[in-house]
């Protein structure tokens, strides 16, 4: 079992930049890929951003060329770099992980931090 826990979240102005991170209780090396998503309300949850366990990474369209994904093994700590948020940005970011085959519905969730971008 993988417990994960997002930190970084907060209120920022439209323009300016976060970092999120999640800390995962065990080692994600063996972890198929880990991924951010959001749920803005009224909205369906979407993919961010992944990452594999072998440093592949995707993004969705509308986070090209402004969000990063990047992962520490060492630290088993996933990170969201976020730079130019803009107000659609906002909502609740969830980190997530395979376990052994990527899918639309990971295996392990985190609670969830809050993004608020301001305009």
């Known amino acids: 079992q993988v417990q994960l826990v997002e930190s970084g979240g907060g209120l920022v102005q439209a323009g300016g930049s976060l970092r999120l991170s999640c800390a995962a209780s065990g080692t994600i090396i063996r972890l198929k890929a880990m991924s951010w998503y959001r749920q803005a309300p009224g909205k369906q949850r979407e993919l961010v951003a992944r990452i594999t366990s072998g440093s592949s990474t995707n993004y969705a369209d509308s986070v090209k060329g402004r969000f990063t994904i990047s992962r520490d093994n060492a630290k088993n700590t996933v990170y969201l770099q976020m730079n130019s948020l803009k107000s659609e940005d906002t909502a609740n970011y969830y980190c997530?992980?395979?376990?052994?085959?990527?899918?639309?519905?990971?295996?392990?969730w985190g609670q969830g931090t809050q993004v608020t971008v301001s305009s």
């Open positions: 997530a992980a395979d376990k052994w085959v990527i899918t639309d519905t990971p295996d392990y």
